[in-house]
């Protein structure tokens, strides 16, 4: 009988795991990893602040875009076309793109100079062109069930970052010290780590996949909207978020106790970045790390790709959805499979992966603000959300969440 308990116990839990999970695990992709890792690197424990601070940022943005989602069974990019004037939808289309696509060839060749590290016999570029082929296909074959299966499992690979502080020496005290006590330094440098931390954190990409994943969501299970669905959705998106804070705290407490205590605080590449493990904190940090930039890759770029194709179909009224097959949605596969193309592309113009990643994070934190005024607007409208509006709490956090990326977004543009 205990043993039936448990296993019933285990299997909700399973299913509970819903969209946040895959939402959250995708935040630590490459891109994070380079921009938690360089922080790490370039300032020790000094930033592990932020895993704190963002997190109750990061849960109420997800939160209303969930929320959205849920109500309107609508994406973003839908509701912005029908309540908002046209330029509005123009410019999250235009701020939205490039940098989506960026991000795509940066974890792209990320993950292809990872594996060229742990097969060294073949080319970099040979890899980066294996996923992208392995990625278009499991994306346009499989079914929507399929692909959040294997998303979910996937999530597991992040589990390695913790691992790392464990088997390296780690100062527990100072790291406890930054953690809750932090040391604001008033430089570009600092600013833009904190910029870039806020933007691979708090990304737009992730606003609409979160909103069209709880219409899929809705529609998969056909779930009725009302405030018990609303409040296990609450619950799904805190524990996707705390998820992936806990990992990203630890990928700098990895970085910091390793790469900045052996004085090397810049980090160029992701091969760099994973080379440095291996003499400092052995053979096993060096493969774990490597790992977990192609298990994460794997993760966030069908959802990177997937947040671009949501928003032209609903841009351009094409059928959508990951729960149909390619013949019923070309547009939506087809935008799907080109922008990996051109995200494989961006390895042709000889750009630093690495410094790619964090341009990206940089460029987030730069355009975030828009879309999270846009989400707060829309999560206000009686007209759009009926009695599912913002309560106090939420707009109080929302117009922090806004006011704080703004403001240091100016101050790193005005110090640069």
Same mark, same amino acid.
């Not at 819903?18 to 995708?26: D, E, N, Q, R, V």
């Given at each position: 009988?205990?043993?039936?308990?448990?296993? /019933? @116990? $285990?299997?909700?839990?399973? !299913?509970? %795991?819903?969209? &946040? #999970?895959? *939402?959250?695990?995708?935040?630590?992709?490459?891109?994070?990893?380079?921009?938690?890792?360089?922080?790490?690197?370039?300032?020790?424990?000094?930033?592990?602040?932020?895993?704190?601070?963002?997190?109750?940022?990061?849960?109420?943005?997800?939160?209303?875009?969930?929320?959205?989602?849920?109500?309107?069974?609508?994406?973003?990019?839908?509701?912005?076309?029908?309540?908002?004037?046209?330029?509005?939808?123009?410019?999250?289309?235009?701020?939205?793109?490039?940098?989506?696509?960026?991000?795509?060839?940066?974890?792209?060749?990320?993950?292809?100079?990872?594996?060229?590290?742990?097969?060294?016999?073949?080319?970099?570029?040979?890899?980066?062109?294996?996923?992208?082929?392995?990625?278009?296909?499991?994306?346009?074959?499989?079914?929507? /069930? @399929? $692909?959040?299966?294997?998303? !979910?499992? %996937?999530?597991? &690979? #992040?589990? *390695?970052?913790?691992?790392?502080?464990?088997?390296?020496?780690?100062?527990?005290?100072?790291?406890?010290?930054?953690?809750?006590?932090?040391?604001?330094?008033?430089?570009?440098?600092?600013?833009?780590?904190?910029?870039?931390?806020?933007?691979?954190?708090?990304?737009?990409?992730?606003?609409?996949?979160?909103?069209?994943?709880?219409?899929?969501?809705?529609?998969?299970?056909?779930?009725?909207?009302?405030?018990?669905?609303?409040?296990?959705?609450?619950?799904?998106?805190?524990?996707?978020?705390?998820?992936?804070?806990?990992?990203?705290?630890?990928?700098?407490?990895?970085?910091?106790?390793?790469?900045?205590?052996?004085?090397?605080?810049?980090?160029?590449?992701?091969?760099?970045?994973?080379?440095?493990?291996?003499?400092?904190?052995?053979?096993?940090?060096?493969?774990?790390?490597?790992?977990?930039?192609?298990?994460?890759?794997?993760?966030?770029?069908?959802?990177?790709?997937?947040?671009?194709?949501?928003?032209?179909?609903?841009?351009?009224?094409?059928?959508?959805?990951?729960?149909?097959?390619?013949?019923?949605?070309?547009?939506?596969?087809?935008?799907?499979?080109?922008?990996?193309?051109?995200?494989?592309?961006?390895?042709?113009?000889?750009?630093?992966?690495?410094?790619?990643?964090?341009?990206?994070?940089?460029?987030?934190?730069?355009?975030?603000?828009?879309?999270?005024?846009?989400?707060?607007?829309?999560?206000?409208?009686?007209?759009?959300?009926?009695?599912?509006?913002?309560?106090?709490?939420?707009?109080?956090?929302?117009?922090?969440?806004?006011?704080?990326?703004?403001?240091?977004?100016?101050?790193?543009?005005?110090?640069?």
């Amino acid at each position: 009988m205990r043993k039936r308990r448990k296993v /019933k @116990r $285990i299997n909700y839990i399973r !299913k509970a %795991l819903g969209p &946040s #999970l895959i *939402t959250g695990a995708s935040d630590d992709d490459p891109s994070g990893i380079a921009t938690y890792t360089q922080a790490g690197a370039q300032f020790g424990t000094s930033l592990l602040w932020t895993a704190i601070v963002t997190y109750p940022l990061i849960a109420a943005i997800q939160e209303m875009c969930a929320r959205i989602g849920m109500v309107t069974k609508m994406g973003l990019t839908g509701i912005i076309k029908r309540f908002y004037p046209r330029p509005v939808l123009i410019l999250v289309i235009a701020i939205s793109f490039p940098s989506v696509i960026l991000n795509i060839g940066a974890d792209i060749a990320g993950m292809g100079a990872v594996a060229n590290l742990l097969f060294p016999e073949l080319p970099g570029w040979f890899f980066s062109v294996l996923f992208t082929i392995l990625l278009i296909y499991s994306i346009i074959k499989w079914n929507y /069930k @399929r $692909i959040s299966a294997v998303l !979910k499992w %996937l999530c597991i &690979s #992040l589990f *390695t970052y913790i691992f790392i502080p464990f088997i390296t020496h780690t100062n527990w005290q100072a790291a406890l010290y930054s953690t809750f006590i932090p040391k604001i330094q008033m430089n570009a440098d600092y600013l833009m780590a904190i910029v870039a931390i806020l933007g691979t954190t708090i990304s737009p990409y992730l606003f609409f996949w979160q909103t069209s994943m709880e219409v899929e969501e809705v529609r998969e299970q056909h779930i009725i909207v009302d405030k018990r669905s609303i409040t296990a959705m609450q619950y799904d998106i805190k524990g996707g978020m705390l998820f992936t804070n806990i990992v990203f705290y630890f990928i700098i407490l990895a970085a910091a106790n390793v790469l900045f205590s052996a004085g090397i605080h810049k980090v160029n590449t992701v091969e760099e970045a994973a080379k440095a493990l291996e003499p400092l904190a052995g053979k096993t940090s060096y493969i774990l790390f490597a790992m977990g930039v192609i298990g994460t890759g794997l993760l966030a770029i069908p959802i990177l790709a997937g947040s671009l194709s949501y928003m032209m179909a609903e841009a351009f009224n094409w059928e959508e959805g990951l729960d149909k097959k390619f013949h019923e949605a070309k547009g939506f596969y087809f935008t799907m499979a080109v922008s990996l193309v051109l995200g494989l592309l961006i390895q042709a113009l000889d750009i630093n992966p690495v410094k790619a990643l964090l341009y990206t994070a940089v460029l987030y934190g730069i355009v975030a603000p828009i879309l999270i005024g846009i989400i707060l607007h829309i999560c206000n409208n009686k007209l759009i959300m009926g009695r599912y509006t913002n309560d106090r709490l939420t707009n109080i956090v929302g117009f922090f969440t806004l006011t704080i990326m703004t403001v240091t977004a100016i101050l790193f543009l005005v110090l640069l």
